[in-house]
């Protein structure tokens, strides 16, 4: 099965690592892994464009079926096997109903993650306020404190949507790593440390680490005073 599909990632990019970590937990290793270079724009190369007329990663392929958004890969890789290794969506109305709301809870983190560490890069030099910047920290601060009271009111030992991993943690986690990589702190977030704790030890997350992570552990400090 896992022989028919082919991932084109990059390192460290979180809709990449969603499909990563989805395709880990469901027993799929063994899929064709190309990974490309954004610093050589590999991302815009032909064998791209081919899957994904964006031009974006991940693109994903299985058999003659394309995917390329995370979450919607991360859905279909649920849905067609559903019975193989861990189950992603709960039963219980009350349990997916937590889940759906905070996996896409998750992509307002993501953006408002990204307006910080990534100002520079998607704002022109000309263009750049500091005024703009500091709203946006803000604007993180607010978003943090509230993943940082739900943790709080789930209890010690819980994943993002209760005490079962599920969906919520394959596609949110990635942009918690990323916030502790550019040096957020565990002592300021303590409930989102432990979680970032917790989910580093599954084979899932130790299987798909960003591999310049590993070459390159120390990060940056980017969020060392949010």
């Known amino acids: 099965m896992a022989q028919d599909m082919t991932l084109l990632w990059g ?4 809709p990449c ?12 290793q063994g ?3 190309v ?10 190369s032909q064998q791209v464009l081919d899957i994904n007329p964006r031009g974006q990663v991940p693109s994903f392929k299985h058999g003659d079926i394309i995917v390329n958004e995370s979450y919607a890969a991360c859905f279909y ?3 067609r096997f559903k019975s193989q290794g861990t189950k992603l969506i709960p039963d219980g109305p009350e349990e997916q109903a937590l889940m759906y709301q905070r996996m896409f809870e998750g992509l307002s ?4 993650l990204g307006a910080v560490i990534f100002y520079d890069y998607y704002v022109p030099e000309g263009e750049r306020l500091e005024s703009a910047l500091k709203r946006n920290k803000e604007t993180l601060v607010t978003e943090l404190k509230l993943w940082e009271g739900y943790l709080e009111k789930l209890g010690s030992g819980s994943y993002l949507a209760g005490k079962a991993f599920t969906m919520t943690d ?3 986690f990635p942009t918690v790593a990323t916030a502790f990589r550019f040096g957020l702190s565990a002592e300021r977030y303590p409930k989102l440390g432990a979680y970032h704790a917790l989910m580093k030890e599954r084979p899932s997350i130790k299987a798909s680490w960003p591999p310049h992570w590993l070459e390159n552990p120390k990060g940056q400090d980017t969020l060392k005073d949010i």
């Open 31 to 33: 899929y064709n892994s």
């Open 11 to 14: 390192s460290g990019s979180p």
């Open 109 to 112: 983190l993501y953006d408002k």
């Open 77 to 79: 890789l649920e849905s």
């Open 17 to 28: 690592w969603r499909v990563m970590i989805a395709l880990e937990e469901k027993k799929l």
């Open 170 to 172: 394959v596609v949110v």
């Open 35 to 44: 990974l490309l270079s954004f610093d050589k724009m590999e991302h815009k």
